[in-house]
């Protein structure tokens, strides 16, 4: 049964740093590129950072650049986001997802597998 497990939300104030982690299980790893995703309090979903799985290519959204890093531990079956210099616009519940194939995408749409999410609160 496929599964993404997110972990690592929490409350940090601005400027502060947290790191996510996904733990994915029961599919071939190498098949698949994996997502991480935020959805802010009404706003749409939207996409953060994306890792090829079999090369390890990374892209990420503008917003985040240079700020958030995402990689990969194989022997863990387990994809990370470092989140540094976090703002108050970084709020919301950040979403592991997976998607067959290794094309990078930020289009949530594009995913067919999805964890339960985990809440990150940038505030004072």
């Known amino acids: 049964q496929l599964q993404l497990v997110e972990s690592g939300g929490g409350l940090v104030q601005p400027g502060g740093s947290l790191r996510l982690s996904c733990a994915v299980s029961?599919?071939?790893?190498?098949?698949?590129?994996i997502g991480w995703f935020r959805q802010a309090p009404g706003k749409e979903r939207e996409g953060v950072s994306c890792?090829?799985?079999?090369?390890?290519?990374?892209s990420y959204a503008d917003s985040v650049k240079g700020r958030f890093t995402i990689s990969r531990d194989n022997a863990k079956n387990t994809v990370y986001l470092q989140m540094n210099s976090l703002k108050p616009e970084d709020t919301g519940v950040y979403y592991c997802a997976a998607k067959l194939g290794v094309g990078l995408s930020l289009v949530p749409s594009t995913y067919n597998y999805w964890g339960q999410g985990t809440q990150v609160t940038v505030s004072s």
């Open positions: 029961g599919f071939t790893w190498s098949n698949y590129a």
């Open positions: 890792i090829s799985s079999s090369v390890g290519i990374k």
